[in-house]
């Protein structure tokens, strides 16, 4: 079943994406914003946000347990 939601989708000053957000009933998602940068020490800076490859993969996850438990 397909519900309601409400998502914001964030842009920075050059119109690329930074951010935003998605809440429905039991989920609430914050967007990575803007790149992860490089830190002091030449590695990649720590997330802010959430990834959609993260979503997908989480969504899959469910897919397949639920075939898995309903013997599919």
């Given at each position: ?21 998605v ?36 969504a ?13």
């Open positions: 079943m397909l519900q309601e939601f409400t998502a914001t989708n964030d842009v920075d000053e050059d119109g690329l994406p930074a951010g935003g957000n809440t429905s009933i039991g989920l609430s998602i914050e967007w990575q914003k803007g790149p992860r940068g490089i830190d002091d020490y030449g590695e990649l800076g720590e997330p802010n946000g959430a990834f959609v490859e993260t979503l997908i993969a989480a899959l996850q469910r897919i397949e347990w639920y075939q898995e438990v309903n013997g599919s």
